[in-house]
Structures are given as C-alpha cells and as structure tokens.
C-alpha cells in the first residue's frame, strides 16, 4: 500500500490531512459539548481531519468530525427488525425510547469558508471601530489633567497617553470580532430532514459562509477525466465517525481524498445499512478540474429496503459497498458550483 505524507502543495493548492487513533474520554467529552445528543458513536475518530486550500482565491474546505455530528439529524423514523416484536413490552415496562436519531444520519457536507474575504471583513470592521473610537476621543472635552498633556505634547515632551489608546483600541476591535464570531455561532440552527433538498440547504445554512460563491448548476462531474489513467499524487482514505448499531448493522462517515496531474476528486460518504431493514448513502463529492476557476459539488442519496433490493437484484453483494451503493435507487440528486 502507497503511503503519502500529510500535506501536499500542488498547482496552486494546499492539501492537508491529519489521520490518528480513536477518540479517548477527555476529546469525547469535547466532542459532544454543544451536540443535541450525548450517546456518541462507538468508534469516533476525533482527530481526523482533512482540508485544502485555493491559494489564490482563499477558498478553504475541511472536514471534521465534530461538525459532521452537529448536522446528525434530531429523529429518525427508522427502526430495527424485531422493534415490533418489542413495541408492547417497551410499552409495558415504560421504558424510554430513544430520543435522537441512533442511526447518526448528517446533513453535512463539509465546512466552506473563504479565507481572505474573512481577513478582509474582519480589517473592515477593525477600521470602522477605530474610526469610532477616534471619534470619541476627539469628542470628548479635554479635562484639566488633559489639557497639561497636550500642552507638554506641544512642547516637545513625550505624550505617554498615545500608547494606552492604541492598546484600548485594540482590545475593543478584538472584543468586538470575538463577540461577532459567537453571535454567528449562537444562530446556527440545526434542521432535521430526508429529502436532498433539505438535506443540501441545512447543510450549506450550518457549514458555508456567506463569503463563499456558491450556485447551482446543470453541470456535471467531468467522469472521462477521472476514469484517465494518471499518475495518483495524493490519496487521504479519513473515517470521522463509526457505529455497529448494537449489532443491527453499520452507520459510518468517512472521507476520500485523490489528487491526480489535471483534477482532484473528494468523497465524503455517510453509509446505512440496518440489517434486513434499508440500506442508504448519502454521498457528497467536490470534483476540480486545474483548468478552470470553478469545484462542482455533487450530492447525492441513494436509498433502498432491503426487500425491494432482494427483489430487483436477487443477490445483495453485502461484502462490497462500492457496488452496493452503486446499485441503490437513487432519491435525490443535486449540483452546485463555487467559483474561486
């Protein structure tokens, strides 16, 4: 198996990806401060991360595993197999149901940000806060102390004053970007739904800044250029987050990064299969060609019982989720383009 270091600079473009061991207590505590739900997958990967970055532009794209369990959606309709068998003693015994979707089904589709343009907003307002302040400052009628100041300033002395309103200044830009940043944080609402093109809209309301230029477009993934036979520069295979379903099947989310000589194709997959229940992916890809100034993102949900699949395929190829998903009713589909 090729191995292939943990960043890669190529034709403008900045590559980095971080791949370690499973989350311990502490980092699982952290992970789930913030999260609508406290029971967390059983394999999750809290570390793992991957990003890249558009040098010229400062468009700036990652994945991480926190934010993929913000977008879990808050309920699910799905059920396992023998959930029928137990409704009436569940019933009898009053016990609790789960109150959150166990299955770990995201709306994410990974986080998008430009980085100069929040450079840019943040040296506006720190430009607009200073003008303020100045403008309070001169407002201000000079006291008997000030009046000594200035008057020692005018006569060659040195004004100590002007160093503590540069520094009051910018503790108050500071406080006010900070408090901005948490106040966007705050109005992050998180909005459960099935269908692509709920899934789609939450997914960029929760995780794409408004600095992004992102449309929706007829265009397709360009499959001839990445069906060439190219030299692989860079491969990332990042699982985020893991669950067995108490032995009724698998819920998984990971992240596939290639980098060829002309284009990069990025997969990030979240894979359902409940056992004799369904089996449903829910595949986002960001697809670029070096030639052009534009990603096409693709999203993608595919869904099936597993007894409608048993009738049309009459074999469920299980051990290959490659063809499986491949094989899936597909229930949504839409394509968006970011220009850099």
């Not at 265009?219 to 250029?225: C, N």
């Not at 056992?275 to 060609?289: C, P």
Request: aromatic share 8%; net charge positive; glycine share 4%.
């Amino acid at each position: 198996k090729q191995s292939f270091p943990a960043k890669l600079e190529y034709n403008g473009w900045i590559f980095k990806a971080n791949e370690t061991h499973i989350s311990g207590s502490e980092e699982l505590k952290s992970i789930s401060d913030g999260l609508t739900f406290k029971s967390l997958p059983e394999m999750v990967f809290g570390s793992n991360n991957a990003s890249l970055m558009h040098s010229e532009s400062g468009l700036c794209l990652s994945f991480n595993t926190k934010s993929a369990l913000l977008g879990c959606d808050k309920s699910t309709s799905i059920k396992v197999k023998v959930a029928k068998k137990w409704a009436a003693k569940i019933e009898r015994l009053k016990l609790k149901t789960l109150d959150y979707d166990w299955t770990y089904t995201t709306s994410y589709l990974g986080n998008l940000s430009n980085l100069k343009s929040v450079s840019s907003d943040e040296e506006k307002q720190s430009g607009v806060l200073k003008g303020k302040k100045e403008e309070k400052e001169k407002e201000k009628p000079e006291s008997s102390d000030d009046k000594k100041e200035n008057a020692a300033g005018r006569s060659g002395s040195p004004n100590i004053a002007v160093g503590t309103a540069q520094n009051e200044t910018k503790t108050l830009v500071s406080h006010q970007i900070d408090k901005k940043r948490d106040e966007k944080e705050k109005s992050v609402k998180i909005i459960s739904g099935i269908s692509g093109e709920k899934w789609v809209s939450t997914g960029d309301s929760m995780f794409t800044s408004k600095n992004v230029n992102i449309a929706q477009t007829i265009e397709k993934i360009d499959m001839a250029m990445l069906m060439r036979h190219e030299k692989l520069l860079w491969f990332k295979d990042i699982t985020l987050y893991m669950d067995e379903l108490a032995d009724n099947g698998v819920s998984k989310l990971d992240v596939k990064i290639r980098v060829m000589p002309s284009c990069f194709l990025i997969r990030m997959r979240y894979y359902l299969r409940v056992d004799d229940v369904l089996i449903r992916s829910r595949d986002v890809r960001y697809f670029h060609d070096f030639k052009k100034n534009f990603l096409i993102r693709e999203c993608q949900q595919r869904e099936d019982s597993v007894k409608d699949l048993k009738a049309r395929l009459g074999f469920i190829p299980f051990s290959n989720i490659e063809v499986l998903v491949r094989r899936l009713s597909v229930k949504d589909t839409s394509r968006h383009k970011l220009e850099l």
